[in-house]
Nanobody, 125 residues
Framework: VQLVESGGGLVQAGDSLRLSCAASGRTLSSYVVAWFRQAPGKEREFVAAIRRSQSNTYYADSVKGRFSISRDSDKATVYLQMNSLKPEDTAVYYC???????????????????WGQGTLVTVSS
């Protein structure tokens, strides 16, 4: 599946952004979908994931309470709502999806076969 992210940009600390992840030509209803991010010089890290059921969401401790992952009603798009942004949230954000991701691999980049090209989020202080 081809994934396309959008919604990145330059914001100030404390602002909000909403990232979108859409699949080209299909819905994401059968996929586990996650957001990862990679800051310059750092490894790609897990941010949030949503399983096929809307009620099963998972977050990195660093974003818990500030970020929210969700699917739209027709399951075609997955969103990452980011509130109270901090300079340390600055990174390229990647959407990832896989049909077979198991619970123990949700936070692992190796748990996903399909990746988007990334969208840059820059938070100024």
């Amino acid at each position: 599946v081809q994934l396309v992210e959008s919604g990145g940009g330059l914001v100030q600390a404390g602002d909000s952004l909403r990232l979108s992840c859409a699949a080209s030509g299909r819905t994401l209803s059968s996929y586990v979908v996650a957001w990862f991010r990679q800051a310059p010089g750092k490894e790609r890290e897990f941010v949030a994931a949503i399983r096929r059921s809307q009620s099963n969401t998972y977050y990195a401790d660093s974003v818990k309470g500030r970020f929210s992952i969700s699917r739209d009603s027709d399951k075609a798009t997955v969103y990452l709502q980011m509130n109270s942004l901090k300079p340390e949230d600055t990174a390229v954000y990647y959407c990832a999806a896989d049909m077979g991701t198991i619970l123990s691999s949700l936070r692992d980049v190796r748990g996903y076969d399909n990746w988007g090209q990334g969208t840059l989020v820059t938070v100024s202080s």
